[in-house]
Nanobody, 130 residues
Framework: QLQLVESGGGLVQPGGSLRLSCAAS????????IGWFRQAPGLEREGVSC???????????SSVKAEKGRFTISIDNAKNTVYLQMNSLRPEDTADYYC????????????????????WGQGTQVTVSS
């Protein structure tokens, strides 16, 4: 059974950092695209970043890419885990963060591949507040 489990969320002050983890079980990430998404209260879910498990190629949403270094996605194939390092966090980054895995790509939009995601994690909550 394919399963993704996110962790690492929490309460952080503005300007702080968090590293989110997305641990996979039941399959190996090296043949998947793994995306990070977030959904803030009252807003639609939005893609943040994606990584190609095969070679670690990274993608960032246009809005995220414009702020180089603030969000960084990475993969540890040995641990079958994808990370999202988030720096200089702002209150507007407050959201539930989800990871998802899929293998089929239908195109690109906004800097991210359009992936047919097969599996989703349960999410981890990030709150940025003083």
């Amino acid at each position: 059974q394919l399963q993704l489990v996110e962790s690492g969320g929490g309460l952080v002050q503005p300007g702080g950092s968090l590293r989110l983890s997305c641990a996979a079980s039941g399959f190996t990430l090296d043949s998947y695209y793994i995306g990070w998404f977030r959904q803030a209260p009252g807003l639609e879910r939005e893609g943040v970043s994606c990584i190609r498990g095969e070679d670690g190629h990274t993608y960032y949403a246009s809005s995220v890419k414009a702020e180089k270094g603030r969000f960084t996605i990475s993969i540890d194939n040995a641990k079958n885990t994808v990370y999202l390092q988030m720096n200089s966090l702002r209150p507007e980054d407050t959201a539930d963060y989800y990871c998802a895995a899929g293998r089929r790509v239908r195109g690109t939009m906004g800097g991210l591949p359009i992936v047919e995601y097969d599996s989703w994690g349960q999410g981890t909550q990030v709150t940025v507040s003083s």
